[in-house]
């Protein structure tokens, strides 16, 4: 069983920056995920690190802004977000589970979930 916990989101104005946590227990050397939803719309993935960090993957519209990360030490992955846009305003969940790299953006295959941190961008 693993608990996920995020932290981080938060106010800040367009082009700022936040840095998101997603603290996690138990059994932790798992594949992670960030991903992104907006009530009444499909859970949007955002990005992936697999067990050891040596991998990542992006979406096209956080390609070059975001960067994910991973500290195994303190069981806890990282969102950088920087040029932050009105549209990246919404609720950020983590995840984590036994992926297969080639299904990283796929939510379904994530077996574990946070509650989830707003951000909120204003323009």
């Known amino acids: 069983q693993v608990q996920l916990v995020e932290s981080g989101g938060g106010l800040v104005q367009a082009g700022g920056s936040l840095r998101l946590s997603c603290a996690a227990s138990?059994?932790?050397?798992?594949?992670m995920g960030w991903f992104r939803q907006t009530p009444g719309k499909e859970r949007e993935f955002v990005a992936a690190i697999n067990w050891n960090g040596g991998s990542t993957s992006y979406a096209d519209s956080v390609k070059g802004r975001f960067t994910i990360s991973r500290d195994n030490a303190k069981n806890t992955m990282y969102l950088q977000m920087n040029s932050l846009k009105p549209d990246d305003t919404t609720v950020y969940y983590c995840?984590?589970?036994?992926?297969?790299?080639?299904?990283?953006?796929?939510?379904?295959?994530?077996?574990?979930w946070g509650q989830g941190t707003q951000v909120t961008v204003s323009s």
């Open positions: 995840a984590a589970g036994g992926v297969p790299w080639a299904l990283v953006g796929t939510s379904g295959q994530y077996n574990y």
């Open positions: 138990g059994r932790t050397l798992y594949s």
